[in-house]
C-alpha cells in the first residue's frame, strides 16, 4: 500500500511546493474544501476526503475530516489488532497530516467583532486531526507549520523522517491547540464572564500610559470583589498582598487589621483597639452607646510606618 497524507490548511503558505515533494516520493494525497481546490487547480493529483469517508462535506462546511474511517487511519497502531480492526472496517492507515486552524486571533482582533463571528472561527475538525496525528506520533508524522516543510521534505529525501523529528512536531502540535483553545476561552470569557464573575477589567497595567490590564481565574468565581471605584493592576496588587498580612494579624491579635501597600510594597499596618474615655471625648463620641467595642470605630497601634 502507498503511504498516505491528509492536507487540511487555513494558511496554504508552502502548501503546493509541499504537495509536490509529497507526490514526489509516491504518497497518495486527500484533502478536503478549499485544500484540495487549490491542489487540484495547480495541476497535481488529489484526492477528496469524501472519497475516504463516503460521505460529503456538509453544515456549509462545519463537518469535513470529523468521521471513522479518517481518525481510525490516524490512530491506528502497528499492532495486529488494529490491523484487524483497520482491515474488517476497508479503513487504510493513514501516514503524514499536514494541518493548520482557521485564524481565531485574527477574527477576534477585528473592531465590533460578532460572537457569531468568533463562532464560526472555531476550528473543530482540525484541531481534532491535530491531536489525533500528535497523539500517534511514534508512527504518523503531524505538520502543523509552513515552516517545517522544508526540513520535512529533506528528510524525505533523505529516506525517512526521524522519531526525533516526529517528536518535536508532535510538540509543535499540542503547543499550536493549547494556544488556540486558550485563545478561544480567553474570549468567551470575557464576554460571558468579564462582569466580574471570573473576570475584571483594570485602569491600565502598571502605568497609565500602559494598555488595560485584567484579572481573571479559571472555572471558579473571582475570590474578590470591587465594591466602588475602578482598581489599577497595581491597586490591585497592593490589595491582594495586604490581605494575607491583615488576615495573619487579627488571627494572631483577636483584633481588627489594617495594612497599608504602596507599589506593592508594605508602608505601614495596624491593629484596632478600643477607644478610652478620653478619646471617646476628643473625637466627639462619647454620647454613642457601645461604640468602645465597635470595630467601626478603633484607635490604631501602629507596626509600621
Known amino acids: 500500500m502507498p503511504k498516505t497524507a491528509i492536507l487540511s490548511v487555513f494558511d496554504k503558505t508552502g502548501l503546493l511546493d509541499l504537495a509536490k515533494g509529497l507526490i514526489k516520493h509516491d504518497i497518495q494525497l486527500f484533502a478536503s474544501g478549499g485544500t484540495a481546490t487549490l491542489i487540484r487547480e495547480a495541476g497535481f493529483e488529489i484526492n477528496d476526503v469524501s472519497s475516504i469517508t463516503h460521505a460529503p462535506e456538509m453544515l456549509s462546511g462545519r463537518v469535513k475530516t470529523l468521521h471513522p474511517a479518517v481518525h481510525a487511519g490516524i490512530l491506528a497502531r502497528n499492532l495486529d489488532s488494529d490491523e484487524k480492526d483497520l482491515a474488517d472496517q476497508k479503513i487504510n492507515k493513514v501516514d503524514f497530516v499536514v494541518c493548520n486552524l482557521y485564524p481565531f486571533k485574527d477574527t477576534i482582533a477585528k473592531i465590533n467583532v460578532t460572537i457569531p463571528e468568533a463562532v464560526e472561527e472555531i476550528d473543530i475538525g482540525g484541531v481534532t486531526l491535530l491531536r489525533a496525528a500528535a497523539k500517534n506520533h511514534s508512527r504518523v508524522t503531524i505538520l502543523s507549520d509552513p515552516a517545517d516543510y522544508a526540513g520535512f521534505l529533506q528528510e524525505l529525501e533523505n529516506g525517512e523522517v526521524t522519531e526525533r523529528s516526529r517528536n518535536l512536531y508532535a510538540l509543535k502540535a499540542f503547543e499550536h491547540t493549547a494556544d488556540y483553545d486558550t485563545t478561544i476561552s480567553e474570549f468567551f470569557r470575557k464576554k460571558y464572564a468579564g462582569d466580574g464573575l471570573q473576570q475584571i477589567s483594570l485602569r491600565y497595567g502598571t502605568n497609565p500610559h500602559q494598555k488595560p490590564a485584567s484579572a481573571h481565574i479559571k472555572e471558579k468565581k473571582l475570590p474578590f470583589k470591587v465594591l466602588c471605584g475602578s482598581p489599577g493592576y497595581v491597586n490591585l496588587m497592593d490589595a491582594l498582598n495586604a490581605w494575607p498580612l491583615v488576615k495573619e494579624l487579627k488571627?494572631?491579635?483577636?483584633?481588627?487589621?489594617?495594612?497599608?501597600?504602596?507599589?506593592?510594597?508594605?508602608?505601614?499596618?495596624?491593629?484596632?483597639?478600643?477607644?478610652?474615655?478620653?478619646?471617646?471625648?476628643?473625637?466627639?463620641?462619647?454620647?454613642?452607646?457601645g461604640l468602645e467595642n465597635s470595630g467601626l470605630a478603633q484607635g490604631s497601634l501602629p507596626y509600621g510606618t
Do not use: C, T
Not at 266 to 283: D, I
Open 251 to 289: 488571627q494572631a491579635l483577636q483584633l481588627p487589621a489594617a495594612a497599608s501597600f504602596k507599589h506593592v510594597s508594605p508602608a505601614g499596618a495596624a491593629v484596632g483597639v478600643p477607644l478610652n474615655e478620653k478619646e471617646r471625648k476628643v473625637y466627639m463620641v462619647d454620647d454613642i452607646e
